[in-house]
């Protein structure tokens, strides 16, 4: 088993920063440090660089950290192996998700509930971000597993569809296009309200509108916020038109606290997908995860 001292180093040592090591592993920085001071004089040596407001490895720190990646691959093979020869040996397991923000909010909490329920011995973190930085974090080992949508594949990541969703077009219902259907042209005259650069959803529209020929950027964009929730508060009180996912506003939909604005000949799809890093797709806990979520989830619908 790795040493709590070297769980603390790892954490410190991928995230090169104490404050977020501190938040991750919910102890307080004087602890860390603490037990970084507590290494370094076992090992005689200093693991980190101090340079002002942040660090960097010494040569000393990068061996030990390498090693104790490969230390701990080992420890999960073993854990994921032994139980098959004792069925006595039921090692607890730590999951961190990522998932962007229409899955975090409106699909995942009774899945997980119903998963957490069959698997006692697991204990899950779920990150909620957008699919950029999902992605970002799977590939700097900060998650084991991602759930994005609308981003380009990567060689690096392995890609298991989930499921399938809408993007579409809404505003208040004292909007007055709530008295119309539009045509595309008709995005070049009304002002729109947008998520920020990085999230999935932008991007699927993004591309949607490129195959009809229409760049983003021509079109009278007003504002971008950061998240879903603070786009349907912001679209519900102004004149902006908004394009979100259809789970995120079925029960603003269903309420008349907006109202969906349907485009001609225009429709947004998008597919979210697992993803993990290559060479980690026989990890049971993972492919365990994937198989129940995807089986749960359509059992649901």
Do not use: W
């Amino acid at each position: 088993m790795i040493s709590h001292k070297h769980a603390v180093f790892l954490e410190v040592a991928r995230q090169l920063s104490f404050t977020k090591a501190s938040q991750l592993l919910y102890i307080s920085q004087s602890a860390i440090s603490k037990q970084i001071k507590a290494l370094e004089e076992y090992y005689k040596t200093g693991l980190f660089e101090r340079h002002g407001n942040t660090i960097s490895l010494t040569p000393a720190g990068q061996l030990l950290f390498h090693k104790l990646e490969a230390v701990q691959q080992i420890q999960n093979d073993l854990h994921q192996e032994l139980p098959l020869l004792s069925q006595d040996f039921q090692p607890k397991v730590t999951l961190i998700l990522g998932a962007s923000t229409t899955i975090s909010l409106y699909i995942l909490p009774p899945v997980l509930s119903a998963y957490l329920t069959q698997n006692p011995r697991v204990e899950l973190s779920l990150r909620n971000r957008n699919s950029e930085n999902i992605l970002k974090a799977l590939l700097d080992h900060d998650i084991d597993l991602g759930i994005i949508e609308g981003i380009n594949k990567i060689s690096q990541v392995t890609y298991t569809p989930f499921l399938t969703d809408e993007v579409v077009a809404v505003c208040s219902p004292r909007n007055p296009l709530v008295k119309h259907d539009l045509d595309l042209k008709d995005l070049y005259q009304i002002p729109l309200a947008l998520r920020e650069t990085g999230s999935g959803t932008l991007a699927v529209l993004e591309d949607a509108l490129v195959q009809h020929g229409v760049k983003l950027a021509q079109l009278p964009v007003r504002v971008r916020l950061g998240g879903t929730e603070a786009l349907k508060n912001f679209v519900r009180v102004d004149t902006c038109l908004a394009f979100l996912p259809r789970q995120a506003v079925v029960k603003e939909l269903a309420s008349g606290e907006l109202v969906e604005v349907k485009i001609n000949g225009f429709e947004v799809h998008r597919t979210f997908n697992f993803i993990q890093r290559k060479g980690t797709e026989n990890n049971a806990p993972y492919k365990n995860f994937i198989q129940f979520m995807r089986r749960q989830y359509f059992q649901t619908e």
